[in-house]
């Protein structure tokens, strides 16, 4: 069983930085990639950030300059320093796990962490 847990939402005044974080445990497993996603206003769930093991990086075009995703493949985390902060980033952050156990893939979401950006 793998667990996805994210934390380091919180509120922030515009301007400001936050950092989240997301960790997978649990069974034996390695990462092909993690990533962020928050709701679109569609409530579909969009890429904000998303990274491979081995340090390959994409990003939204919104959060470009401002956000910045990394790795560390020994803790099974993943973080996002989010800089400039602007209210128009409130969400519901999401973590999403891609992970390779024996020989399938499989995708496993956190709960969500809320970030609150004041004007």
């Known amino acids: 069983q793998v667990q996805v847990v994210e934390s380091g939402g919180g509120l922030v005044q515009a301007g400001g930085s936050l950092r989240l974080s997301c960790t997978a445990s649990g069974s034996m497993f390695s990462i092909n990639a993690m990533g962020w996603y928050r709701q679109g206003p569609l409530k579909q769930r969009e890429l904000v950030a998303r990274?491979?093991?081995?340090?390959?990086?994409n990003y939204a075009d919104s959060v470009k300059g401002r956000f910045t995703i990394s790795i560390d493949n020994a803790k099974n985390t993943v973080y996002l320093q989010m800089n400039s902060l602007k209210p128009e980033d409130t969400n519901v952050y999401y973590c999403?796990?891609?992970?390779?156990?024996?020989?399938?893939?499989?995708?496993?979401w956190g709960q969500g962490t809320q970030v609150t950006v004041s004007s």
């Open positions: 999403n796990a891609n992970l390779r156990i024996v020989a399938y893939d499989y995708s496993y």
């Open positions: 990274i491979t093991s081995g340090g390959s990086t």
